[in-house]
């Protein structure tokens, strides 16, 4: 039989509400339990109580209380399920797209533990598109590195990165396992310091849905970036599949002095 999700127990219910405040009952609520949930008090998957026991245990109208519930799931920290409940959502990771940055240093200057599973490592002959984009004689040969990558051990997405062999020389399953390419690079003299990413929606096909643990067609969201040093040499080519359930991509946008 499958486990049970846990219950809330009763500390969810010490929420100091101030009926005659100048602050709308609704938004004590939502407050109450954002932080609650933000501050890890209540876990990812966490299952509240039904609106009818949250209602009278706050003594409040179970219109006011769906007014909170409905802001926490506008900020994808609730999740309601017709006919299974209200559970407290995963956490989506916020990848900006402002910086230059790895996958794990990404990762890690965020507090999250970066980690993977190398799914391949091949030394072969390039495909046209990266004999395009590695600006590559197409007898030049190239190490294709294909990773499952995690976060907090909750699988994110799959990464299949393009390299020149002259730049690297050879490498290892070890080399590549669960480290940062551009921190690879790196040791080798090279770094990355341009770079122009494309990002579009797509749906996961078999393969793909199941490594990313979701039913098949679940939106994704593809990229690819190429990478360049500071003399134009291309270092890398690399194609990813995001779960479109817990990654944004954020962009800062400045205003034009004219």
Request: charged share 25%; hydrophobic share 40%.
């Amino acid at each position: 039989m499958p486990q049970a999700m846990p219950q809330a127990k009763s500390s969810f219910l010490n929420l100091t509400l101030e009926p005659s405040g100048s602050t709308p009952l609704y938004l004590q609520v939502y407050s109450g339990i954002r932080e609650k949930i933000t501050s890890g008090e209540f876990a990812e998957g966490l299952s509240l109580p039904s609106e009818r026991k949250l209602a009278q245990d706050l003594q409040i109208s179970r219109v006011t209380l769906r007014m909170a519930l409905e802001l926490l799931e506008q900020e994808e920290l609730l999740r309601r399920r017709h006919g299974s409940g209200t559970y407290v959502a995963k956490k989506r990771i916020l990848q900006p797209l402002s910086s230059l940055s790895s996958f794990s240093e990404d990762k890690r200057s965020r507090g999250f533990k970066p980690g993977g599973k190398l799914l391949s490592l091949e030394r072969l002959r390039p495909s046209p598109q990266e004999v395009l984009h590695l600006a590559l004689k197409p007898t030049a040969d190239i190490w294709r590195i294909r990773r499952l990558r995690t976060a907090d051990d909750q699988v994110l997405g799959i990464e299949i990165s393009s390299l020149p062999c002259e730049l690297l020389g050879e490498l290892c399953r070890l080399d590549v396992e669960n480290t940062s390419l551009y921190a690879l690079l790196r040791q080798r003299g090279l770094n990355p310091v341009r770079a122009i990413q494309h990002l579009r929606a797509t749906a996961a096909d078999s393969e793909f849905a199941a490594l990313l643990e979701l039913p098949i067609a679940a939106p994704l969201l593809a990229t690819e970036r190429i990478t360049w040093d500071e003399t134009g040499q291309a270092l890398e080519y690399v194609r990813s599949q995001y779960r479109g359930d817990r990654y944004d991509f954020v962009v800062e946008l400045h205003q034009q002095q004219l």
